[in-house]
């Protein structure tokens, strides 16, 4: 049986689709870009600060669907130029210290023109 997550601590879909889904013990994320979801808007306008604000999205997608970065099995990373690939592990490595794996790849455009998106999967405990 699938369940849907859904807070209102990130942002909501912007598309026919859910923050997550629970299937079994397993939860998948959505991709999450910057957006603040006090304003609905992109405010961070470095690499840096846009992946800390994809971070706090993840991290209450994950908090909501009962689960932490801990539990975290896999992330696909989008970036819009990989020359930021260093500036945003330096902020992706605070949050996964447990080292997940990973594919990160450079993208030609992201929604809302975001520089960063992020999609995880998950083991709820």
């Given at each position: 049986?699938?369940?849907?997550?859904?807070?209102?601590?990130?942002p909501g879909a912007i598309g026919?689709?859910?923050?997550?889904?629970?299937?079994?013990?397993?939860l998948y994320t959505s991709g999450q870009i910057p957006i603040n979801p006090e304003s609905g808007n992109i405010e961070a306008t470095d690499i840096e600060a846009q992946t800390e604000q994809v971070m706090k999205n993840l991290g209450a997608v994950l908090e909501e669907a009962g689960t932490?970065?801990?539990?975290?099995?896999?992330?696909?990373?989008?970036?819009?130029?990989?020359?930021?690939?260093?500036?945003?592990?330096?902020?992706?490595a605070k949050y996964f210290t447990q080292k997940p794996a990973r594919s990160c790849v450079a993208v030609k455009d992201l929604p809302k023109g975001a520089l960063v998106e992020v999609e995880l999967i998950a083991v709820i405990k």
């Open positions: 049986m699938l369940k849907k997550v859904a807070t209102n601590k990130a026919p689709y859910s923050q997550a889904i629970i299937c079994g013990n397993m932490s970065f801990e539990n975290v099995v896999k992330t696909t990373c989008f970036l819009y130029d990989i020359n930021d690939f260093a500036s945003f592990n330096g902020v992706y």
